[in-house]
């Protein structure tokens, strides 16, 4: 069964730092693959998604992430965080034909000034 | 264009109640999915409705029920609630049923005491 796991609880980052928040998946083909975010409460935003092709995957909000199969990874980035960038991230696989999401555990993002 | 739109936003009901969260979906949006999010966990994923059908199951017993109505709203029942129901109900739209990524909505808060 799929799974995916968010190793970090609880980041905290100064404004203006770099991110990267760490997400590994477990499924046996090439997954598809989401990061979303959610502001207290909310609901999900989507953040970038990777399908297939490029494993650099643009998003919104200035966030990137890159898919690396040898590692099971797909870790999310920004270069320069920003006090609103402060929520919950949730990474997730779906293996796109069955119908459900999988969610990660989570990691809240905190950022000082 | 609406995006996905809950109600209600927040509820209390008390064990062994029966509730009914509605959705209304994305415009041009045919599938809803429901998750449930209990505090500090990830979104798990309860079922989704296809052309009015279910289209696939979560770890759910069979108290958690749902309809899709012929304009793609969608509405979750829930019966005989206990305590551990208490969570966030998200709702989320998409176009068909491969997940190229969902809207989510806000969700609706529900406390059962």
């Known amino acids: 069964a799929q799974s995916v796991t968010q190793p970090d609880i609880h980041i905290t980052v100064s404004e203006g730092a770099s991110l990267e928040l760490r997400c590994n998946y477990s499924?046996?083909?090439?997954?598809?693959l989401f990061w979303y975010v959610q502001s207290p409460g909310q609901g999900l935003q989507l953040l970038l998604k990777?399908?297939?092709?490029?494993?650099l995957v643009q998003g919104i909000k200035g966030f990137e992430a890159e898919f690396k199969r040898s590692q099971s990874s797909f870790n999310l980035r920004k270069p320069s965080v920003h006090w609103s960038d402060a929520a919950e991230y949730f990474c997730?696989?779906?293996?796109?034909?069955?119908?459900?999401?999988?969610f990660g555990t989570g990691t809240r993002l905190q950022v000082t000034l | 264009e609406t995006g996905v739109t809950q109600s209600p936003t927040h509820l209390i009901k008390t064990r062994g109640q029966q509730v009914t969260l509605r959705c209304s979906s994305q415009s041009g949006h045919n599938t809803v999915s429901w998750y449930q999010q209990a505090l500090g966990q990830g979104p798990q994923f309860i079922f989704q409705?296809?052309?009015?059908?279910?289209?696939g199951r979560g770890n759910f017993p069979p108290r958690f029920s749902g309809l899709q109505f012929p304009n793609y709203s969608s509405e979750l029942n829930v019966n005989a609630l206990e305590l551990d129901d208490s969570a966030l109900y998200l709702c989320?739209?998409?176009?068909?049923?491969?997940?190229?990524?969902?809207?989510f909505g806000s969700g609706t808060r529900l406390t059962v005491v």
């Open positions: 997730a696989v779906n293996t796109g034909t069955a119908s459900k999401l999988t």
């Open positions: 409705y296809y052309r009015e059908e279910e289209n």
């Open positions: 499924y046996g083909a090439t997954p598809y």
């Open positions: 989320a739209s998409s176009f068909g049923v491969a997940n190229y990524g969902y809207t």
């Open positions: 990777y399908f297939s092709g490029d494993t």
